[in-house]
């Protein structure tokens, strides 16, 4: 349904973007994170 509504291109970027903040923070602990991206969304 996101798909649909964003079409392939941005749906793909979106999920490029998580796959590489999952990278990222692959060792990060849960306030590691929380802190690192706080003010993000």
Do not use: I, N
Not at 16 to 27: I, K, Q, S, T, Y
């Amino acid at each position: 349904m996101l798909r649909a509504a964003l079409g392939d291109p941005l749906f793909e970027a979106g999920a490029a973007v998580h796959r590489a903040e999952a990278e990222l923070f692959a060792e990060t602990t849960p306030q590691g994170l929380a802190a690192a991206v706080r003010h993000v969304y």
